[in-house]
């Protein structure tokens, strides 16, 4: 099947605080691999992405390694600020190029 | 960086009546626009693959009948919620992707439909 499987939250961090976002997806085939960003009130922004094994996307100090292995694609960030608060979304396309995306990840990063 | 448009970005209707969204790109060609629906706390579920010039494809589950889609030219799709009942009140999201781009899509910031 095709699906995303991240994380749940809400997930509450204090600022400078070390961020992972857990990923896992299920394909056939070799997908592209996608962080998006939805800030409050706002439409969903490209955070990073990946097109295959081994690529590491990167972006505003957040990233994300492609694992082909473990099929997963976990977002990190060594040190939030109060401004990384927002919904994240991981999502992968299939051959078709349509999206599929995670339930969505609430930070709140706390001064 | 390539901007999408939605229109309205709420909208509140009485029940029986149809309601029309607007997804437009702004400052690029997009062949193929997708339109997804978004419930509160939950994911992204993509409804359609809109394509210029052509019939919409439907995910399974999404009745082409209530969601008619539209794409009449290569910055414009329009997506009508057509006899909206209140369980059709949702956050409704497009994006387009850019014409011979590849992979990249962009979002519209979504518009809001309550259906009383």
């Known amino acids: 099947g095709n699906s995303v499987t991240q994380m749940e939250g809400p997930v509450t961090l204090s600022e400078e605080a070390f961020l992972t976002i857990n990923c896992t997806y299920t394909a056939t085939g070799y997908p592209s691999l996608f962080w998006y960003v939805q800030y409050p009130g706002e439409g969903l922004q490209l955070l990073l992405k990946?097109?295959?094994?081994?690529d590491k996307g990167s972006n505003k100090g957040f990233e994300a390694t492609y694992r082909k292995e473990t099929t997963s694609f976990h977002l990190e960030k060594g040190s939030v600020q109060v401004s990384d608060s927002a919904v994240y979304f991981c999502?992968?396309?299939?051959?078709?190029?349509?999206?599929?995306f995670g339930t969505g990840t609430s930070l709140t990063v706390i001064p | 960086g390539a901007v999408v448009s939605q229109h309205p970005s709420r909208v509140i209707c009485k029940s029986g009546t149809s309601v029309k969204i607007e997804c437009r790109s702004l400052?690029?060609?997009?062949?193929?626009m997708f339109w997804y629906r978004q419930f509160p706390k939950q994911s992204l579920m993509l409804m359609a693959t809109s394509n210029e010039g052509s019939k919409a494809t439907y995910e399974q589950g999404v009745e082409k009948d209530k969601f008619l889609i539209n794409h009449a030219s290569l910055t414009l799709s329009t997506l009508t919620v057509t006899s909206a009942h209140p369980e059709d009140s949702s956050f409704y999201i497009c994006?387009?992707?850019?014409?011979?781009?590849?992979?990249?899509?962009?979002f519209g910031p979504g518009t809001r439909l309550l259906v009383l």
């Open positions: 994006s387009a992707r850019v014409l011979a781009g590849g992979e990249t899509q962009y």
């Open positions: 990946a097109t295959k094994a081994d």
């Open positions: 999502a992968r396309t299939n051959t078709g190029n349509q999206f599929y």
């Open positions: 400052d690029f060609q997009a062949t193929t």
